[in-house]
């Protein structure tokens, strides 16, 4: 497992790349590794929103009109998201509030 730690005007502050090498990763072990790294960095993070680059899913599911960033990531943005943990090159996003 590889980390590059960054910054990223698409995604809120901390910009963490995970590459895992699993051909069976899914959403679920995923979102499990996610939140392993997150809370390695604090304890109390919490999830705001994720994004599955292969099937286009995410959550929250809303929208928020005509922008240029998507709904998921305006949702977390608005809640003090600013923790983002990428796997795979946007494979799984998933962005976090670090409390």
Known sequence: ???I???SDKFPVDHIKLQ???PDLDIARAKDLAKAKARQLNKDA???SWHCGKTGEFYPKFECGYTHKPPWIIFAEARGGNLTIDIN???YV???LKL
Request: no cysteine; hydrophobic share 45%.
């Open 1 to 3: 497992m590889m980390q």
């Open 89 to 91: 090159d946007g494979e």
């Open 94 to 96: 998933f962005i976090y």
């Open 5 to 7: 730690h960054s910054k």
């Open 20 to 22: 895992i090498e699993d």
């Open 46 to 48: 919490m999830l705001l």
